[in-house]
């Protein structure tokens, strides 16, 4: 048989230019992995309310924007809030007022603009800010705004890389049934092994990621509303301190599994204790009660409501323990979301891939082997082979009634 020795070439060409491309394609995802992790998890975390929303929104893009507000609006809410409780906190703990700011800062004003009264001195300043720039020295304003800049700087990074997250998270919403069609046709198809690999990966991780926002939300509000009905029945002596912004760490410290909120409620069990041993002995009925009502309300009830969202199906609660810990040490803040999609990719390539790669089998769609150090909480009978086939058909069934794409 002949061979063209012109189409050879072009082959070879293209190839050559993918294997660039992709290069490229991966030193940008290396540069922005942070980035590109937050937004799959926003994506994660919104697309079940997106699904919900589609159903009655005509416009795709109008529904993965309301579903990014319906998570991001409470988030940034939230932030606000945590940031002005702790402030106002601090200064409470710290005993600041207004008179020990006017003791500090009073004389240099005074000195600077030559005035008795820091309020008047205060005002001059507000009305014409140049006379304190003209009174400063030129060394400590250059090291001011420095600061500032570098700051400033900062914070709009920050803000630039959670807007590319909303940005990937808003197209991997609007456009996921697109590229998954494209995929199934002209890559792998549904009854490919890499299509059920694909499946599992995106079911599990829609579990972790968008069980961990309802649980850490459903946590803080209980653990709040808690904490506060607990504080107004406290003894003077043993009060909690800041109950709110308490709850709502306590609902961002259920993320990590199994150590969870204990993070936060025992810590405060503990503080109230000794404040109780060292004040007044006769209310140490407290502590012990904030410490019951903690594990049995805020700990015990929301696991047990919650713990079929937040598990995924196919993973080991250690595994995933191990995955939130040692994926921000070893990766940084965006660990945190890494971690655990590193862990399912192992795990689901290693029930559905590995045993075939092993055994030079014909790769199938179906785990061929046992869950790899299988969760104790499972049932050991359970049929894999027969739980993915109906995951893969509940999937299907699921993207079926997606509305039709309109391009919007």
Do not use: C
């Not at 107004?232 to 308490?246: M, N, Q, Y």
């Not at 080991?316 to 965006?334: M, N, R, T």
């Amino acid at each position: 048989m002949n061979v063209d020795p012109t189409r050879d070439r072009e082959r070879t060409a293209w190839w050559l230019i993918f294997g660039t491309l992709g290069l490229v394609f991966a030193f940008i995802l290396y540069s922005y992995v942070g980035t590109i992790v937050l937004g799959l998890f926003v994506y994660y975390a919104t697309r079940p309310i997106y699904r919900r929303l589609s159903h009655r929104v005509q416009s795709r893009s109008l529904a993965a924007g309301l579903a990014l507000g319906a998570l991001a609006f409470p988030g940034i809410l939230l932030i606000a809030y945590t940031v002005f409780v702790s402030f106002r906190q601090l200064g409470e703990l710290a005993g600041i007022d207004y008179e020990q700011y006017e003791s500090l800062f009073g004389p240099y004003v005074r000195s600077v603009l030559g005035r008795q009264n820091p309020q008047d001195a205060v005002n001059q300043i507000l009305s014409n800010p140049q006379q304190l720039i003209r009174y400063l020295d030129p060394r400590t304003a250059s090291e001011v705004i420095t600061s500032a800049g570098g700051y400033l700087g900062a914070v709009a990074t920050g803000l630039l890389h959670v807007f590319i997250a909303l940005v990937i998270a808003f197209y991997l919403l609007r456009d996921d049934q697109k590229l998954a069609r494209w995929f199934s046709s002209q890559i792998s198809g549904e009854t490919s092994a890499t299509h059920a690999y694909l499946m599992e990966v995106d079911t599990d991780l829609e579990t972790i990621y968008f069980g961990n926002i309802l649980n850490a939300f459903v946590v803080a509000i209980v653990a709040a509303i808690t904490y506060t009905a607990l504080d107004s029945i406290a003894p003077p002596e043993v009060g909690i301190p800041a109950a709110v912004l308490l709850g709502l760490l306590t609902g961002l410290g259920s993320l990590i599994p199994v150590v969870g909120m204990k993070i936060v409620y025992v810590p405060i069990g503990l503080y109230l204790v000794g404040r109780s041993l060292v004040t007044a002995p006769q209310s140490i009925w407290f502590p012990l009660a904030f410490l019951v009502v903690a594990a049995v309300i805020v700990d015990g009830l929301t696991e047990i409501l919650l713990r079929p969202y937040i598990s995924g199906r196919n993973l080991h609660v250690g595994l995933v323990l191990f995955a939130y810990i040692l994926g921000p040490l070893l990766f940084g803040w965006y660990g945190l979301f890494l971690g655990p999609l590193l862990l399912v990719l192992f795990v689901h390539g290693a029930r559905i891939i590995l045993p075939d790669l092993l055994h030079g089998r014909e790769l199938t769609p179906f785990a061929t082997a046992a869950d790899p150090i299988p969760d104790a909480n499972e049932n050991p009978d359970r049929d894999t082979t027969s739980a993915d086939a109906d995951d893969t058909e509940a999937s299907e069934t699921d993207a079926a009634s997606e509305p039709p794409d309109e391009g919007k």
